[in-house]
Structures are given as C-alpha cells and as structure tokens.
C-alpha cells in the first residue's frame, strides 16, 4: 500500500495473494483510510485494458452524437433512472436535503445509466422494485456500445465483490460477511460527459454539485489527465483527486457509513468547471459504478460498530427505497 499525490493507493491484488497476516495489516490501513476520508484508489484489479480501452471509445462516440439521436435513449418513463439525461437535467446538490449544499442550480453535464444486467422474476408489488429493475432502453443504442457496457457492468460488479471482502477484513468480518446482501444487487453503470463549456457558467453553478454517493462503494474510473473532482476533507477544505494511471478511485456511499455507524465516511465531493486560464474548453468524461445491495436488503449498524456510547446514529433503511428517493430528490 503506497500513496500517490498524498492520495492512498492501495493494490487489490497484492491483498488477495498475501498471507492471513497481511490482509489483517492491509484491513488495518484501509479501516484508517476510510475513516479519514472514504476515498482511496484501487490498483491491481485485473479489469482488462482492452475492455477498459473499448469502453472509453463506445462511450464517447455515444457522447458525440448529435443531441436528437441521443434523446431517442432517454429513460421510458419519467422518473427512470437508466437512459440517456441531457446536461442541466440532474442538480445532485438536492440530494444533500436539509445540509449546507451551496446554490442549487442545474449540473454541467450528460450522463448515460444502465441498471442491473440479470433480470429479478417472481417478485411483485413494491414501487422501488420496479425502480431499480426500470428498463434500459439499449434499443436506441448501437449493439457494440451495448455489448461493451454489458461486459464493463459484469467487471465493475465482480471487482466490487472482490473490494467488499477487502473491506468485511478491515472492519473485523469474516470476508463473505457481506455476500448475503448482493444475490441480487441493484448496481447501476453510468457514463459521463462534461462538455466543453462555451458559455460561462452562472455564479455558483459546476460541472457537479456538492453531494454523496447513494449505495456502498462507487468505482469510478476518470478520464486520464482530467481534473476537477474534489472531495471535502475533514478540515472544511476542498481537496482534488488525481486520476492515477490503471487505478480506479473508489469512495464510500452512504449505505456503508450506514453500515459502519459513521466509522467510516460517506464524503462530500463535487466536480468543477475548467480553471478560467482554460477558458472552458477541457471536456470530461467518467466512468462510475455504484454497487448497491439488493433491493430488499435492510441496511442497519453492524454489531462491531455499535457500543453503549456509541449508539445507532441511523434507522435501518431498506436498499431500493434509499436509492429510489435519493435519485429523485435530484431531478
């Protein structure tokens, strides 16, 4: 484990492959890591460079169609979360409701989303269900940029596995403690793009507004050489990431602050516009993964994270209906 850019790195594959003895030290560093910032970037993953590569390509020549051949790729029904959204569509400062958000104005971006890959059947009935199973509409694709998503979704979803039982080591678990809450996980796969901007924002509006991310872990891969994001340290100070070359940046969401009982962090972090020495012409692009439990799971304090002076500080909250009223408190 290593730091880059005073950011901690650390090598999933060297934790895999070292002895019982390691992979307690290597828990240890990450249980202080998360509890310092819920940010750190993940090398030796094994994710294939070529399917790395070809997801950049169908992605961004997604991103380069013209605005009314995407529009055919937006969600089905409004209230969707899968589809194509224009930039301006989404302000994801709302979803801080009730915090010190700063302006809510419109994000800076567009994003396509796809939803879970292995469909759920015989379950009926509850509003959120229906939400995180919503279709993708993939027929107003091209069957090579569905293809490639498909294959990134089941990569993105196998390494999160892999990282959760990193993290059952650091908090103390057996490392298949959590497997029981992803039989069936209601994960979401987005891309997005920060287009050159040719207008000057208004006052206080940016590429992506101050928020935390929804679900357990996200994996985000940032185009390499681009900047902007930054995370809200613990002194109140605004602090960039860095897109380390063959590492995704991974960060706690609020359902494992939830889990831990706020022993780790679900931290703020935002994008910003371009410095004005570029006069806005650096596009962004991402790739995010957000694992999220099953939809049914009831996420409440883990045991090992709860003692007499340390109390619950959260009510247990069932997985699909979180992500469903966090989404929609954006649009």
Known sequence: MTAQHDFPLVN??????????????????????????????????????????TMWDETRKFFDLPLEQKLKACPRQPGDPYGYFTVKSEALARSRAGMDRGPL??????SFSCG??????????????????APTPWSAVSPAFHA??????????KLAERIMRLFACALGLPEAYFNPYFRAPISSLRGLNYPE?????????IRAGA??????????????????????????????????????VINIGDLMALWTNNRWVSTVHRVVNPPSSRKGQDRRQSLAFFQQPDWDSMIEALPNCVSTGHPPVFSPVRSGTYLMNKFRSTQ
């Not at 901007?197 to 509006?205: E, I, L, S, V």
């Open 211 to 248: 928020h935390s991310d929804y679900g357990t872990l996200t994996l985000l891969l940032p185009q390499q050489g681009s900047g902007g994001l930054e995370i809200l340290g613990p002194d109140g100070q605004w602090q960039a990431v860095p897109a380390i070359p063959d590492a995704f």
């Open 12 to 53: 999933l594959h060297e934790f895999e492959t070292t002895s019982s003895t390691g992979r307690l030290e290597y828990g240890s560093r990450v249980d202080t890591i998360c509890r310092r910032s819920g940010f750190l970037a993940i090398t030796g993953h094994g994710v294939p460079a070529d399917l790395i590569e």
């Open 148 to 157: 490639t998503w498909i294959a990134y979704y089941d990569a993105m979803e």
């Open 197 to 205: 901007q040719d207008t000057a924002p208004q006052p206080g509006q």
């Open 116 to 133: 879970p890959i292995h469909p759920l059947t015989g379950r009926e009935g509850a509003d959120e269900l229906a939400f995180c199973y």
């Open 105 to 110: 104005l419109p994000d800076l971006k567009e």
